[in-house]
């Protein structure tokens, strides 16, 4: 059975940074591709991030470009999702979420392409 959970998250201050940990079993994160998607209120889930592991390619959205990162898969199966440079805007519970690679290596963040999701976290930016 495949488990993907979460944790980090919290409130931030304007301009911080923060990380947010994705931990799957029952899977090995390296042969997957792994998105990030983010709901703020009132508004829809968003995808904002993507890595093949197995290509290592990336897809990012505009508005996280240049200061968003998914990291390596650690020891533990791990990836993280790195922030910095905080903005209100960026106030959303986000979502991890694991996906079957395509035969191009290249994601996209879209939510069909994902199968397992975490359960969620909350990102507070304080102004």
């Known amino acids: 059975q495949v488990q993907i959970v979460q944790s980090g998250g919290g409130l931030v201050d304007l301009d911080g940074g923060l990380r947010i940990s994705c931990t799957a079993s029952?899977?090995?994160?390296?042969?997957?591709?792994v998105g990030w998607f983010r709901q703020a209120p009132g508004k829809e889930r968003e995808g904002i991030i993507c890595?093949?592991?197995?290509?290592?390619?990336?897809n990012y959205a505009d508005s996280v470009r240049g200061r968003f990162t998914i990291s390596d898969v650690n020891a533990d199966n791990t990836v993280y999702l790195e922030m910095d440079f905080l903005r209100v805007e960026d106030t959303a519970v986000y979502y991890c979420?694991?996906?079957?690679?395509?035969?191009?290596?290249?994601?996209?963040?879209?939510?069909?392409?994902?199968?397992?999701w975490g359960q969620g976290t909350q990102v507070t930016v304080g102004s």
């Open positions: 890595r093949d592991m197995v290509g290592d390619t990336r």
């Open positions: 979420a694991v996906g079957s690679t395509m035969p191009s290596r290249r994601c996209v963040t879209a939510e069909r392409s994902y199968d397992y």
């Open positions: 029952g899977i090995s994160l390296n042969a997957y591709t």
